[in-house]
């Protein structure tokens, strides 16, 4: 009796799980982006801080620094576009990486006076681990996204237990662009005590209105993942690469079935120090490893970014051993080669021990035809560029003169 | 997860850990606890787990044990808590043999040896349910009913999002789980071996 009793509760929830099953939402193509044409420069007669411009006509991209929190070390900077058009950034500070008085502070940049407001905390570990319920030694990576109703959404790292490999992504959500913020949720995507599993670059938009957030894993394996997200949930992922010689994808989307990813390597060092590519056909359902991008990388974060038109920017240190060096490239929506725009920072004239460290840049559009950029500068100030249109436009011409100058072959070195 | 469910979540987390201590103190004991001391014990220690304490700790003793192991299995939480609180008969040796083999497999692919995640068809994948159907069907068959009705609760509280995850392979197995196989199943090999060797001693032909 017992065991007949047992079978149908079984046969019960048999059914139970094919209805749950079915009411789950098939995988959907990449949104389209929106065609966007490319408009006439914009007044940008804000000073330049930094470099100079090949025109004297075209405004050099404007230089800003984050506001300081007076942390001792700052990383991880992300940039979000607001819908009033101004920007949120958010990075993580603190005494050094992995302390425990690591915080996610956010600020605003305003387009029109080119300043940014004073820093906010969006998170501390203790809110994270009372709204998590479980403790939290650490936060990491900070990186907003937007989802399909509008709302801000912020996934961050937490570890628990040990270092980076440790890490899990929880995420909080904004109703109010990031003034306040909802009680953390955990995202659950690995089987082993859902351990190490990190963001780093932008989440796309599926048709559907959900997301593909790329993430990596940097445990045993060292491989990225893409998980697709409605609002707090992974509702499925698929894996970009494996092994372990590549994390932190950035997806560049060509079309709703195509993408391709790069990753920043974190091969052996006998291995090429170039960047590791992933592509898919079909939306992100399956990745094929394909040929390196000829582009060194020393094991450190790239930043892409598409614009309306297909020209597409790459933010990275072209180099195979440290990070002394940062630099933009561009690429037009059908070439194959990437070439240098713009040296962002260049210390190689500098003795090792006095170089500093540019890394983890971050690339987003606010419109479409412009740029933000923010990267680590000496993991004490995080550094913000914004590119114009007009810039862009003017980099962009350069890059269809015939055999084009020394600089642009620096990125297919 | 709605919030209060993080409640829940910790409540569950506390109880196992009452069961745990129970289950430890009684395989320390030379006496054989009664069932309503066994519920005591768990219901005293899962108290301690739970409800704050104080003493320099942020939070409760089980949030902390459940940052590092996350929300276990239903399969392993609800074998473990009839085990030391309901009258029950050792798990059979095949069920620990099952767990072992999948887990053999199904960790090293899915902490991202090759392109194969098996991990993945846990969020929508109709094998997997019918696999894990299947397996509890054999339970049943071989007539331990209570695999049946374990099996059938996680798949229950995979399909009403009892934890965090989506995914029905968090319900069914996790690393403590494979673990626990792994160790009973060498234990109570090791427990035949030395019955057969006591019982050759006893009865050989001399």
């Known amino acids: 009796m017992s065991r007949v009793l047992s079978l149908c509760f079984l046969l019960l929830t048999a059914i139970m799980g094919f209805l749950h099953l079915d009411?789950?939402?098939?995988?959907?193509?990449f949104a389209e982006l929106a065609p966007i044409v490319i408009e006439e420069p914009i007044d940008q007669e804000k000073s330049s801080k930094t470099q100079q411009s090949s025109k004297p006509n075209i405004a050099a991209p404007i230089s800003n620094w984050l506001p300081d929190t007076g942390a001792a070390s700052v990383h991880a900077a992300s940039l979000i576009a607001m819908k009033d058009g101004a920007i949120r950034a958010f990075w993580f500070a603190g005494s050094r990486e992995g302390a425990p008085d690591v915080i996610i502070n956010s600020a605003v940049y305003d387009p029109q006076s080119a300043n940014w407001s004073a820093p906010t905390v969006v998170i501390d570990r203790l809110a994270a681990q009372?709204?998590?319920s479980r403790y939290i030694a650490k936060l990491g990576n900070p990186v907003p996204s937007r989802m399909a109703d509008g709302r801000m959404q912020l996934f961050f790292v937490t570890v628990s237990i040990g270092g980076w490999a440790g890490s899990s992504i929880s995420t909080i959500i904004s109703d109010?662009?990031?003034?306040?913020?909802?009680?953390?949720?955990?995202?659950?995507?690995?089987?082993?005590?859902?351990?190490?599993?990190?963001?780093?670059?932008?989440?796309?938009?599926?048709?559907?209105?959900?997301?593909?957030?790329?993430?990596?894993?940097?445990?045993?394996?060292r491989f990225g993942e893409f998980l697709r997200i409605e609002a707090t949930q992974v509702i499925d992922k698929r894996r970009m690469s494996s092994?372990?010689?590549?994390?932190?994808?950035?997806?560049?989307v060509k079309d709703p079935q195509t993408a391709t990813a790069?990753?920043?390597?974190?091969?052996?060092?006998?291995?090429?120090?170039?960047?590791?590519?992933?592509?898919?056909?079909?939306?992100?359902?399956?990745?094929?490893?394909?040929?390196?991008?000829?582009?060194?990388?020393?094991?450190?974060?790239?930043?892409?970014l598409t614009l309306g038109n297909g020209i597409r920017l790459l933010a990275l240190n072209n180099i195979e051993a440290g990070r002394y060096r940062l630099v933009l490239l561009m690429k037009p929506a059908q070439a194959d080669q990437w070439q240098v725009v713009r040296v962002l920072e260049d210390e190689e004239a500098l003795p090792?021990?006095?170089?500093?460290?540019?890394?983890?840049?971050?690339?987003?559009?606010?419109?479409?035809?412009?740029?933000?950029?923010?990267?680590?500068?000496?993991?004490?100030?995080?550094?913000?560029?914004?590119?114009?249109?007009a810039w862009l436009m003017q980099a962009y011409e350069q890059l269809a003169l015939p055999a084009s100058d020394a600089n642009s072959k620096q990125g297919q070195r | 997860?709605?919030?209060?469910?993080?409640?829940?979540?910790?409540?569950?987390?506390?109880?196992?850990?009452?069961?745990?201590?129970?289950?430890?103190?009684?395989s320390l004991s030379d006496r054989t606890f009664s069932f309503p001391v066994k519920w005591f014990m768990a219901a005293l220690v899962t108290n301690i787990f739970f409800w704050p304490l104080g003493l320099g700790m942020?939070?409760?003793?089980?949030?902390?044990?459940?940052?590092?192991?996350?929300d276990l299995s239903i399969v392993l939480t609800l074998l473990l808590w009839s085990s030391v609180l309901l009258p029950s008969r050792p798990t059979s040796i095949s069920f620990k043999l099952a767990i072992i083999l999948v887990s053999f497999m199904f960790y090293p692919l899915a902490l991202g040896l090759g392109m194969i995640d098996p991990y993945a068809w846990g969020y929508s994948s109709l094998g997997l349910l019918i696999g894990v159907l299947v397996f509890a069907l054999v339970c049943g068959i071989t007539g331990w009913t209570k695999g049946v009705w374990i099996i059938a609760l996680a798949i229950l509280a995979w399909v009403g999002h009892w934890h965090e995850s989506t995914n029905l392979w968090d319900y069914v197995l996790d690393p403590l789980l494979a673990i626990w196989a792994v160790m009973a199943l060498a234990n109570s090999m090791q427990r035949k071996r030395r019955v057969k060797a006591r019982s050759g001693y006893l009865f050989r032909a001399g």
């Open chain 1, 130 to 132: 009372s709204g998590l």
């Open chain 2, 58 to 70: 942020e939070l409760p003793l089980a949030a902390y044990v459940r940052a590092v192991t996350g």
């Open chain 1, 23 to 29: 009411s789950r939402p098939a995988w959907a193509p």
């Open chain 1, 262 to 304: 790069l990753f920043r390597q974190t091969r052996s060092s006998e291995l090429a120090k170039q960047i590791p590519v992933s592509q898919t056909l079909d939306a992100g359902q399956t990745w094929q490893s394909s040929e390196d991008l000829s582009i060194a990388n020393p094991n450190s974060a790239v930043a892409g």
């Open chain 1, 243 to 252: 092994g372990r010689s590549a994390i932190q994808p950035v997806v560049f």
């Open chain 1, 176 to 221: 109010d662009e990031g003034i306040t913020w909802s009680r953390p949720q955990r995202l659950i995507s690995s089987p082993f005590f859902n351990l190490s599993t990190l963001v780093k670059s932008p989440a796309l938009p599926f048709a559907d209105g959900r997301l593909g957030l790329p993430a990596y894993h940097e445990w045993i394996g």
């Open chain 1, 352 to 389: 090792n021990e006095q170089r500093k460290e540019f890394s983890y840049p971050y690339l987003i559009s606010a419109n479409g035809n412009d740029a933000h950029l923010a990267y680590t500068w000496d993991r004490k100030k995080i550094r913000h560029l914004y590119f114009s249109p």
């Open chain 2, 1 to 26: 997860m709605i919030d209060w469910m993080q409640n829940l979540a910790l409540i569950e987390m506390a109880i196992t850990c009452g069961v745990i201590v129970t289950w430890l103190a009684q």
